[in-house]
DNA sequence: CTTTGTGCAAATTCTTTGCACCAAA
DNA sequence: TTTGGTGCAAAGAATTTGCACAAAG
């Protein structure tokens, strides 16, 4: 387990250091799009010397290295996934909640602009998630009466 | 011209100061995707008196009541669009430059996912643009001998 | 023993807030 | 004369930088 993720990031290039493993590890077990501040608390009990500044080298050097994604659908914190394969981000905005959805390929698009050389598209959705929306839509069928 | 453009704020709901209007002027005239630093340093010298803080107010009051964009793909500022129907933003990585990408219509997905609702979808993509690009591949033609 | 990584503290940058004054309805 | 707009100065938050020490090849 350890040795496997230890080889995922030697194969990028990456020497994997006891911190830069535990925060693989945490983009990969949670899929939570998380901020560095996320990360750090997180993993600080686990690693009490940690500093965000070694949060921030290695979520940059993994954005780097290909085994990270830099996300900017919050306009107060860069955010982090672990997952690269392509997917877009829906960002609820009620509860905050990043969710990932997943592109069916007809939206794969902008891999080719005339002239241009794409490296990376996003795609950034903002709005109600499922369970925010079934909550409006029954807080609007029974309404609170005010007297 | 001008009184075209106080009843283009009029009607959307926002009373059209002297401030309000240079910066809708600017936005509208310079298709740029300025940060609120750019806006501010070219409205400044015909509004001296004129701080960083009303053009925040005054883009956060556009970007709510509709007349503007917030633009997050760039990762030090937040940037505005004055152009408010549907296209992607390209981010060159050698000039910096933000440059307007059609959308043929077919791309314009994510309107509905099955749920959610959903308020608004961004495309970000980043690369060479094309100048960038074609300067590339010339010096790659023709490598700079070194001795 | 030389390169690379870590982490503290300070600095920097972007943005927001509180408040007083000014302007318009 | 009351509401809304502006702008200064200070605060706040996220990120970067400089540097010394530690660890690994």
Do not use: K, N, V, W
């Given at each position: 387990m350890t040795e496997l993720r230890k080889k995922y990031l030697v194969k990028h290039?990456?020497?994997?250091?006891l911190q830069r493993m535990a925060i693989m590890d945490y983009l990969l077990d949670h899929h939570?799009?998380?901020t560095v501040d996320e990360i750090y608390t997180a993993i600080s009990p686990r690693?009490?010397?940690?500093s965000r500044t070694t949060v921030y080298n290695t979520l940059k050097l993994f954005v780097s290295q290909g085994v990270a994604l830099y996300i900017s659908?919050?306009?107060?914190n860069a955010r982090f996934d672990g997952v690269i394969d392509k997917h877009a981000h829906f960002r609820c905005k009620d509860c905050g909640r990043i969710i990932d959805i997943p592109l069916s390929?007809?939206?794969?698009?902008?891999?080719?602009?005339?002239g241009m050389i794409v490296d990376y598209t996003s795609i950034n959705i903002k709005g109600l998630c499922k369970l925010c929306a079934k909550q409006k839509r029954l807080s609007q069928a029974q309404p609170i009466l005010k007297y």
């Open positions: 290039g990456i020497r994997p250091s939570t799009h998380p690693i009490p010397t940690l659908i919050d306009d107060r390929g007809r939206e794969e698009l902008f891999t080719e602009l005339q």
